[in-house]
């Protein structure tokens, strides 16, 4: 609790579009404010004004690229400075890179890793202990279906989904009986602008459907707040991540290789 009025408040990074929107939208609704996190200074203005007015939510705005190594350092000591215990930490920013591993671009495989895997970490290792000294927190790492097999033409994309995945289970057992939790949301294909970006909506994968950012967000909430260690959205998706148990992985490794190539 951070102050008289018994609110909570909840980090939230990449909230300017797709699934970070809709989770600040959700846990406004719930009745927590919200510290937001992304580059856009402009779209996180502006989901500010609609926080504060539709759900009367504090809101503060930090706008930060978590390519660069001291973006996570710099967003602990701002929500410091405001005087605020975050009961909630969405680790949800991140990007993929498309194409043919030696073919990319170096510089944006290795900020993708920076912001899906270090700056994910580093947030985690700052405000973990807070959290645990108070005896309550949850956590949110936004993995991905991607987290479960290789992805040739995704590599590095699906690598660093594979740490979250991991990361994120080992920790929730060592935070056992702490009063924080660890939950890894691991979406599949989902509307959100995500495949734009990476520069892959050819791709055979996303012909089957796609869940929206906002259904993913409803359903990655309620398993925040139970605790849900794994929370995959979707039936087909949780099907999905059965095959690489069942298969030899250079058969799954070929197959998602097909599916993420082009038509």
Same mark, same amino acid.
């Given at each position: 609790m951070n102050d008289a009025h018994n609110t909570h408040t909840a980090l939230v990074t990449g909230a300017s579009?797709? /699934?970070?929107l809709e989770l600040a939208r959700k846990l406004a609704e719930e009745g927590y404010d919200l510290v937001l996190v992304a580059r856009s200074a402009d779209k996180l203005e502006a989901l500010a004004v609609e926080l504060r007015e539709q759900h009367g939510r504090n809101v /503060?705005? /930090?706008a930060s690229d978590l390519s660069r190594p001291e973006a996570p350092e710099e967003i602990v000591r701002t929500v @410091?400075? @405001?005087g605020l215990a975050l009961d909630v930490l969405v680790n949800n920013a991140g990007f993929a890179n498309y194409g043919r591993f030696h073919e990319n671009d170096r510089r944006r495989e290795l900020d993708m890793i920076q912001v899906n895997v270090t700056a994910l970490t580093h947030l985690t290792h700052l405000l973990l202990p807070g959290m645990v000294e108070r005896g309550s927190g949850r956590i949110m790492n936004v993995a991905s279906t991607a987290a479960f097999q290789p992805g040739p033409l995704m590599a590095g994309y699906f690598a660093t989904k594979a740490f979250v995945l991991h990361f994120s289970e080992a920790i929730a057992t060592e935070l056992s009986g702490t009063g924080v939790t660890v939950t890894a949301l691991c979406p599949g294909p989902t509307s959100s602008g995500f495949q734009e970006r990476a520069e892959m909506e050819n791709a055979k994968l996303l012909k089957y459907g796609m869940m929206s950012s906002r259904s993913v967000a409803e359903y990655g909430y309620r398993a925040l707040m139970r605790g849900t260690r794994v929370a995959i959205p979707g039936f087909s998706n949780r099907l999905g991540t059965l095959a690489p148990r069942l298969?030899?992985?250079? /058969?799954? @490794?070929k197959l998602v290789g097909n599916l993420q190539d082009s038509e």
């Open positions: 579009g797709g /699934i970070g /503060i705005v /930090i @410091a400075e @405001a298969l030899p992985r250079k /058969i799954i @490794a």
